[in-house]
């Protein structure tokens, strides 16, 4: 199969170096200082059990080339992060091959698969959530972390075929299973992803602390409750996903508060070990932008939209990207859970605009 893998960081690595592997051909679109050496290196990937992986996709720089290439590609896998796709949809509009490759999007939160389907029109769009952690340890060499995770697909319209892609993962070494529901997949994977997360990077420390703390562990909570809140405004139920089993941790938020809180801080110990969570990393990096939009802030905006109280998730979201833009000193919540609680407080009963709202 002729597969383009649209973005070179640890997920698109990751896929360009196993899919290439099994023969595939494959092509990596990334940045021309990253292309230059990998050229001359390679690419690795180093499993959990301590094997490694080697590849050489062919690599490029412009999109507009790799596209013209006959014969055109089979599939195209977005493996760029939630808030650089719009970004990176534009050249895909510009230079729109006919007929269109099938897209499978691989990006954590909530939307993208809309805003694909609404940039690109009438083409085949395939839900990815990756549940295997990843850590890009230099440009040319991916880690896995653990090795009891894997892929899930969904289809984003009724009739579509996603078994072929399903065995295609498969094959390649990635353990993968289909879903029907790729709304349920995608929010179920966000409240995952949402634990210990915005908590965590606004007040500088380490989710296991968050849980551990009386006030921030409350918060965590009322975060995740009104999150469940929103799901079933939609009818939306949460599905497991591949070594991620969500609907335990719905089981263990109906747990009487001092059970849950002792089972979901070692929960959350052991899922994150000794790693900051990726909202806390891109804040960390001095990006402007932060994925907490697609999670926190899609709950709020759907929350918003149903009429379904959302203040700690709308809060979280809006003071996480305003410390982005620099618009708020990190030094206000630098390890000072009751500023964070009594600014959480301020946004209930609040009918505020987000300047964020997708």
């Known amino acids: 199969m002729k597969i383009l893998v649209y973005g070179a960081g640890a997920v698109g690595s990751y896929f360009g170096v196993l899919l290439a592997h099994k023969g595939h051909d494959v092509t990596l679109l990334t940045r021309p200082d990253t292309a230059a050496l990998l ?26 080339r790799v596209l013209e290439q006959d014969p055109p590609f089979n599939v195209i896998l977005l493996a760029m992060k939630a808030y650089d796709v719009e970004v990176a949809l534009n050249p895909l509009v510009a230079f729109a091959p006919r007929p ?43 880690v896995v972390e653990h090795s ?30 289909a879903i029907g529901d790729f709304r349920a997949m995608k929010w179920s994977k966000a409240l995952l992803n949402m634990i210990g997360n915005a908590t965590s990077a606004i007040i500088n420390r380490h989710p296991r602390i968050i849980y551990e703390a009386a006030p921030t562990y409350r918060l965590e909570r009322e975060m995740l409750e009104e999150a469940l809140r929103v799901m079933d ?39 994150r070990g000794n790693k900051m969570p990726s909202f806390h990393i891109d804040l960390t990096a001095g990006k402007s932008k932060n994925e907490v939009v697609y999670h926190n802030g899609a709950v709020a905006i759907e929350g918003r939209r149903l009429g379904i109280p959302v203040p700690v998730n709308t809060a979280l979201a809006d003071i996480l990207l305003k410390m982005a833009r620099r618009e708020i000193s990190w ?26 709202e997708r």
């Open 233 to 271: 405004g939609l009818g939306l139920k949460v599905v497991d996903l591949p070594g991620a089993p969500a609907r335990k941790l719905v089981t263990g938020l109906r747990l009487p508060a001092f059970l849950a809180k002792g089972a979901l801080t070692r929960a959350v110990g052991e899922a």
């Open 39 to 64: 050229e001359e290196t390679g690419l690795r990937v180093t499993q959990a059990d301590g094997s490694a992986i080697r590849a050489n996709p062919v690599l490029a720089t412009g999109l507009r």
């Open 331 to 356: 030094e206000r919540y630098d390890g000072n859970p009751a500023q964070l609680v009594q600014d959480v407080e301020a946004y209930a009963g609040q009918e505020m605009a987000l300047d964020w």
């Open 148 to 177: 009891d995770r894997g892929l899930a697909l969904a289809p984003t319209r009724r009739k579509q075929h996603i078994k072929p892609y399903v065995q295609l993962f498969n094959d390649a070494g990635i353990p993968t299973s």
């Open 100 to 142: 269109f490759p099938t897209v499978i999007t691989l990006q954590n939160g909530i939307g993208v698969e809309e805003m694909v389907q609404e940039a690109l029109g009438d083409v085949t769009i395939i839900a990815g959530s990756l549940t295997t952690p990843l850590s890009r340890e230099t440009p040319d060499h991916v």
